[in-house]
């Protein structure tokens, strides 16, 4: 199974909010039950640990569809909606 999680703030990484903590904790969780899993975020640099592959991903406010147009790109799944 792959899944992407997207988060929003650049610190998932250093696990140094509230937020962080907990999405780190869910990722391990599904680190061992989950083939692939993508994180999309705005930290600064993509990464691979293990399944867990990091990406920074940098919207513009000038353009609120950078999101929409993001999720064109990823492969189709039955699980995945892309708009």
């Not at 867990?52 to 189709?76: A, D, Q, W």
Request: contains cysteine.
């Amino acid at each position: 199974m792959k899944v992407a999680v997207f988060y929003p703030w650049p610190d998932i990484l250093e696990r140094t909010s509230g937020a962080s903590i907990r999405t780190g904790q869910m990722l391990e969780v599904l680190r061992e039950k989950c083939g692939e899993i993508t994180v999309i975020s705005s930290s600064s640099g993509n990464l691979q640990q293990g399944n867990i592959k990091y990406v920074t991903y940098r919207n513009s406010y000038k353009e609120p569809s950078g999101v929409r147009r993001f999720l064109r790109h990823l492969p189709k799944t039955e699980l995945f909606f892309r708009p």
